[in-house]
């Protein structure tokens, strides 16, 4: 692969093409793509698999103990 082609890649919000070198919000192509992740992250419609635990009043992800 040639290098300009190593540094190519798509944004993971809108799939526009986007450069890895001098890219401040990389691997987003811009600052909001890269809120809008992190709005979702915060917004917790992202989860790490896993069961529930509630410990106090707050619930936390527990790892399984097989």
Request: aromatic fraction near 10%; glycine fraction near 10%; proline fraction near 11%.
């Amino acid at each position: 692969m040639s290098p300009s082609r190593l540094s190519q890649s798509r944004c993971p919000e809108c799939h526009e093409p986007t450069t890895w070198q001098g890219n401040p919000w990389r691997p987003f192509c811009s600052e909001r793509c890269q809120l809008i992740d992190l709005g979702a992250w915060a917004g917790e419609e992202y989860r790490v698999p896993g069961t529930s635990l509630t410990v106090g009043g707050s619930e936390f992800s527990a790892p399984d103990n097989d």
